[in-house]
């Protein structure tokens, strides 16, 4: 449910039992970094899990 979320929002993540993690590009420019920190948040916020 969560991943469906975050792929909703763009980002895509990796689940690895109860944890999730993201491998963001090396090189990212703030609006990427924006994007990934906006879709944890909300997505704990929210409760999308």
Not at 22 to 42: F, G, H, R, V, W
């Amino acid at each position: 449910k969560i991943q469906a979320y975050f792929v909703e929002q763009g980002v895509w993540i990796r689940p690895f039992g109860k944890l999730i993690y993201l491998m963001p590009p090396y090189i990212s420019d703030d609006t990427s970094i924006k994007t990934l920190c906006d879709a944890i948040y909300n997505a704990i916020n929210n409760k999308h899990y």
